[in-house]
């Protein structure tokens, strides 16, 4: 048991790392700092604004080690590096490392601060639909399993299939255009984070995520629930005498809830993230709108903060479900 | 002689060659027969299938030049849309003049979908929207099928550093959210085209791929037959490719229809994140993206939407349904 958790927890760091030195890949090794700051400046871009935004930024620093190599400044100023590690690679590592996401290269804003102040919003958008969406989908999920093999099922499961097939963009553009311009039943854009107005704009945003995720989960709940009734404890239980209702409510729902709850829960950190696609159209300034802006406006300090912080949630929510899992299942530990 | 020109049309033929080629290499082995017969008894899986193959005929007909024309190549579909003629502005489907309240100009003839704003037949160009899903699902397929194939029967044979190598690289791959993924590569590498969105999408396809197979040659391992084949001193490339890779093809042909379905889904969410498709190319995303403001004029203008809509659910639908009669065909306990 004790070297279960201590590998697992061993290995957290060990992927962190990896995820590290991807989005160093990502962003200084696949394209050149140089064409960072042109992409940033656009049209302003002259040598001598593009260097300073990169001086600014200490990335006309070598990439990796500093050996002395000449890289050809456009004014013909040298790149200040001092010592054999005072590159881009080790500075953003350390960074990293220190949760330093530095600034905003659009705004110039302390990135911190920004996420701290999009998370909010994000989290009351897609908690809540998280939550009633996983209670609808298990409910859907474990009523098509009581019918199983009839003209119900078969129905349900070909609806679910049909809701999985439409783009995400589809359901919020109907959403917003049907049901809040049309029909006026809600507002389509805004946010108030004061009081109980919020409610009021978040109701439709949740509902359609709701909507947009349920045929995926119903469908995926139901192949676990009828995995489970597959089992032989089930037999078990019948040849005992536990009426159907029983047999399936209390003993599938609970054994199979374990399995659902590890798909479920190491992704609760990334409900930080909201929903890209909703929030940016219901202008909810969460995590979501700041990453689509971001990405209009070419902000890649952004877009890698974003990327790291989410990674790093989702590897400590996994540690954690796997942790919880081997001290609820014996079968876990023991392997 | 435009030899790009050919290069293309023999790319398209040899990758529909090479699917009728895993189709005809699979036909040999008994399970693909039994699983033909039982696929043969499923009606809806039979429609699906006929809907894909309408799909690709239409992709083809866009895909496939002819060396005529003003700009020395034009697609089969634009010569048999050559007579459709271009209208001033947008038009209602089947209207006689173009939607406007003050002073509607006459059309010169009629369109089953009606036109777009700039008077183009949103009929043929939701048909030739077809050829750019079905380059990004099959150029995308191309890439991640033999890597995550490979990957996953390398991982589950040789176990040991292998497996947890391979199973480091996608951990560390999985824990970044993978849209923020896809949206920091496409950022990065700069001006949009098909190619970079099929790498993209390659970089994080191949993990689901991965996994399964991993999972299924550990169960194969076990089998009598690969210990057979290790007693008579078969070379170890020659169990993994004349044992193992046969004994998991039919998994990777499922998990290749039904990857191939959120390919098609990916291009329409990165398109309208405007970091997919380049603008201009005609594609359903694109096309939903473009959408988003007809709805609020007045009268509205639903069909464009309507039809990308319409075009996409179609195909990612019929390709959900078929790849589970897929898998019900091969594995007729479990599916």
């Not at chain 1, 950190?269 to 929903?275: M, N």
């Not at chain 2, 970091?275 to 594609?283: A, M």
């Given at each position: 048991m004790l070297s279960y958790l201590l590998r697992r927890i061993l290995y957290a760091p060990l992927i962190i790392f990896g995820v590290m030195l991807l989005t160093f890949v990502i962003f200084f090794v696949l394209q050149k700092p140089e064409t960072m700051a042109r992409s940033v400046l656009?049209?302003?871009?002259t040598p001598k604004t593009a260097y300073d935004w990169l001086h600014k930024r200490g990335y006309?620093?070598?990439?990796?080690?500093?050996?002395?190599q000449q890289r050809q400044a456009p004014d013909g100023h040298p790149y200040d590096s001092s010592g054999?590690?005072?590159?881009i690679f080790f500075n953003q590592m350390r960074s990293l490392a220190t949760f330093d996401?530095?600034?905003?290269?659009?705004?110039?804003?302390?990135l911190k601060g920004v996420f701290k102040e999009g998370a909010l919003p994000s989290i009351l958008l897609t908690l809540p639909a998280y939550l009633i969406g996983f209670c609808a989908a298990t409910g859907i999920a474990l009523f098509l399993v009581f019918v199983r093999n009839s003209t119900v099922d078969t129905g349900g499961v070909f609806l679910c299939v049909a809701l999985m097939s439409i783009p995400a963009m589809v359901y919020i553009i109907f959403g917003q255009a049907v049901?809040?311009?049309?029909?006026?039943?809600?507002?389509?854009f805004g946010f108030d984070l004061?009081?109980?107005g919020i409610i009021r704009f978040l109701m439709l945003p949740v509902s359609l995520i709701i909507v947009m995720n349920l045929g995926h989960d119903v469908r995926l709940y139901r192949a676990v629930f009828l995995e489970e009734i597959a089992q032989d404890y089930v037999r078990t239980a019948q040849a005992k005498g536990v009426s159907g209702n029983r047999l399936l409510f209390v003993h599938v729902l609970k054994n199979g809830m374990i399995a659902l709850i590890t798909m479920v829960v190491a992704n609760l950190?990334?409900?930080?993230?909201?929903?890209l696609l909703v929030e940016s159209f219901f202008g909810i300034p969460g995590l979501g709108n700041l990453l689509v802006s971001a990405i209009q406006t070419w902000d890649f300090a952004v877009v890698r903060g974003v990327t790291f912080l989410t990674a790093i949630l989702y590897i400590i929510g996994l540690t954690l479900t796997d942790i919880c899992y081997a001290l609820v299942d014996p079968r876990i530990r023991l392997s | 002689m435009n030899w790009e020109l050919w290069l293309q049309n023999f790319s398209v033929v040899a990758g529909i060659g090479f699917v009728v080629w895993i189709l005809v290499h699979g036909a040999r082995s008994e399970r693909w027969q039994r699983a033909w017969l039982r696929l043969k008894r499923d009606r809806l899986g039979i429609a699906s299938g006929c809907v894909i193959g309408l799909y690709l005929f239409i992709g083809a007909l866009e895909m496939i030049q002819l060396p005529v024309g003003p700009q020395g190549a034009t697609s089969i579909l634009s010569l048999l849309a050559g007579s459709v003629p271009v209208e001033p502005s947008f038009s209602a489907p089947?209207?006689?003049?173009?939607?406007?309240?003050?002073d509607p100009k006459p059309l010169r003839g009629r369109h089953l979908l009606g036109t777009d704003a700039l008077g183009k037949d949103v009929f043929v160009t939701t048909l030739r929207a077809c050829r750019t899903a079905l380059i990004i699902g099959g150029l995308t397929s191309v890439i991640y099928v033999p890597i995550g194939t490979l990957l996953g029967i390398l991982a589950g044979y040789f176990r040991r550093w292998v497996d947890d190598l391979i199973q480091y690289f996608y951990t560390v791959l999985y824990s970044i959210p993978e849209i923020l993924l896809l949206i920091s590569v496409l950022l990065v590498l700069g001006e949009k085209s098909l190619a970079k969105m099929a790498f993209a999408l390659s970089i994080t396809g191949w993990i689901s791929l991965c996994r399964l197979i991993r999972g299924e040659t550990m169960r194969q391992a076990e089998r009598p037959y690969v210990a057979a084949a290790r007693a008579l001193g078969q070379s170890q490339w020659n169990i993994v490719t004349s044992h193992l890779l046969p004994n998991v093809m039919h998994l990777v042909l499922i998990q290749l229809v039904l990857g191939f379905s959120n390919l098609v889904l990916a291009e329409a969410m990165l398109s309208y994140l405007g970091?997919?498709?380049?603008?201009?190319?005609?594609?359903w995303g694109n096309m939903i993206d473009g959408a988003r403001g007809e709805l609020s004029r007045e009268p509205v203008v639903w069909w464009t939407l309507t039809s990308a809509t319409g075009a996409l659910f179609g195909l990612v639908l019929s390709l959900n349904i078929f790849g589970d009669a897929l898998r019900r065909a091969f594995d007729p306990k479990r599916g």
């Open positions: 656009g049209k302003r871009a006309d620093k070598p990439l990796i080690l500093n050996l002395g054999v590690f005072d590159t996401l530095g600034v905003s290269d659009v705004t110039g804003r302390e049901v809040a311009l049309g029909l006026n039943y809600f507002p389509a004061h009081g109980f950190p990334l409900l930080i993230l909201g929903s | 089947l209207a006689t003049t173009t939607l406007a309240t003050k970091v997919g498709s380049p603008i201009g190319t005609p594609s």
